[in-house]
């Protein structure tokens, strides 16, 4: 199975994904990525809804067709070289990780590691964030791209140890309780078998606040192979990718945000990050309304959670949709156990101002130690971080780069889609 990406623009307009395996990790890192089609789990196709993006992900375990589409093997990145293990058609699904102490398997999911100095509580959003230098901003060489959101409470593609470079460690998953797995990585995923002891996201997965310009996260990007661990840094550029006037997307310009990476989509787009948001839907693969013992129709639209649910509601006003959203977080989280996705839910109209699908400017970036605390992903000892190599940030693409383009995926250049500022598409779909 797969993950399903909704989008407020058709999805005829999106390619589908199909980049040759050993040349996927280089394309994300040079902004490179081309964008995929949006199917279902049966491989059939689904159609557009107006609204924003959530997303429901792959879940099978991979370790059943280890040594049939694992690969191990040097991946190389434009500009680095490294050793990577990667499944060539089988990945997991939800996002997932040990909250607190990656070595601690008795550990339960909580939003900070109590014992960190460092940690504050964000007075506006209720957040605990640690406190840290705010990032420059980014070069020219950046790359363009947008950013969307999701939650389907499923076991993440980065859960299973076949996905995950060895000189990392694999990303824990929670049981329905948010008591971690530890090192048990071989779960299934609550999206294939939903029971009390399955392995769901665990709750620290959410984004929170570290200052009123900076936040932390984790998401799903457009890529195979050695992603488990990388971050990005996101800059938000004022504009939504499908309304450039979105309030949202307005009120975000000047915050920046980082994310690490945990999931892959084989139809999330080129350049495109989907958050892990409380509340931002749950796609086709739900082990949420079980998990937390509502009914499917509270969690909002299917495709895109409280935010659509609430323009359906209350139109495009920002305030009122602010309001909306806050009180489907206030139902749907009530319950104090759920009190880590109910901040999750409350950055996300506090500091993230609801906003629909904003455009962006990224870089991959070494991971912040409060980010690898909670995930316990560490990709430092690799020294393996790879530059934007030009795609909608003023730079260049070069003939090199376009020449190591696999246009498998634009079934010859009926997939292309809309620019999505990489060098990729400029060598397949442009003039």
């Known amino acids: 199975m797969k993950r399903t990406i909704l989008e407020t623009a058709p999805l005829s307009a999106r390619p589908t994904l199909a980049l040759a395996m050993t040349a996927l990790v280089a394309l994300f890192a040079g902004c490179v990525t081309p964008e995929g089609g949006s199917t279902s789990a049966s491989g059939e196709a689904s159609g557009p809804t107006a609204g924003s993006v ?78 840290g230098d705010e990032p420059p901003p980014l070069g020219e060489d950046a790359c363009t791209g947008y950013a969307t959101r999701y939650w389907d409470c499923c076991k993440a593609h980065c859960g299973w140890p076949a996905n995950v470079n060895p000189g990392t460690d694999t990303l824990a998953s929670c049981d329905k309780d948010d008591m971690s797995h530890g090192d048990d990585f071989l779960v299934a995923s609550s999206c294939d078998q939903p029971t009390p002891s399955s392995a769901y996201t665990c709750y620290s997965m959410t984004p929170w606040a570290v200052s009123p310009t900076l936040a932390y996260g984790f998401a799903a990007i457009p890529a195979e192979g050695d992603i488990c661990g ?29 994310v690490q990476a945990t999931n892959i989509g084989y139809d999330v787009g080129g350049g ?117 190599m030009g795609g909608g940030g003023g730079g260049e693409c070069s003939q ?8 498998a995926w634009t079934e010859g250049g009926t997939k292309c889609g809309m620019d999505d500022g990489s060098c990729c598409w400029t060598a397949c779909c442009g003039d």
């Open 400 to 407: 090199e780069e376009q020449d190591a383009c696999d246009c």
């Open 272 to 388: 495109q990050f989907d958050i892990l948001t409380p509340g931002g839907g749950v796609g086709a693969f739900d082990a949420c309304s079980y998990q937390w013992g509502v009914e499917t129709p509270e969690l909002g639209a299917t495709y895109g959670g409280f935010m659509t649910y609430c323009q359906e509601q209350v139109g495009s006003d920002h305030g009122k949709l602010k309001e909306c959203v806050l009180s489907r977080c206030a139902a749907v989280f009530d319950d104090p156990g759920l009190a880590e996705l109910a901040a999750g839910c409350e950055w996300y109209v506090d500091w993230y101002e609801v906003a629909d699908n904003p455009d962006l400017r990224y870089q991959e970036v070494a991971c912040p130690e409060a980010i690898v605390a909670r995930s316990g992903l560490d990709r430092g000892p690799l020294d393996d971080v790879a530059k934007c």
């Open 230 to 258: 990388r971050c990005y840094q996101l800059d938000f550029d004022g504009t939504g990718h499908y309304n450039d006037s979105d309030p949202g997307s307005v009120a975000l310009l000047g915050k920046t945000m980082i």
């Open 54 to 131: 959530s997303a429901s992900t792959d879940n099978s375990d991979p370790s059943s067709t280890v040594g049939t589409t694992g690969t191990d093997g040097t991946m190389t990145s434009i500009g680095t070289d490294t050793t990577a293990t990667a499944t060539a058609t089988t990945t997991a699904s939800g996002s997932a990780t040990d909250p607190t102490d990656p070595t601690d398997p008795t550990a339960s999911g909580s939003a900070t590691d109590p014992t960190d100095p460092t940690g504050s509580t964000d007075s506006e959003t209720g957040n605990t964030g640690e406190t």
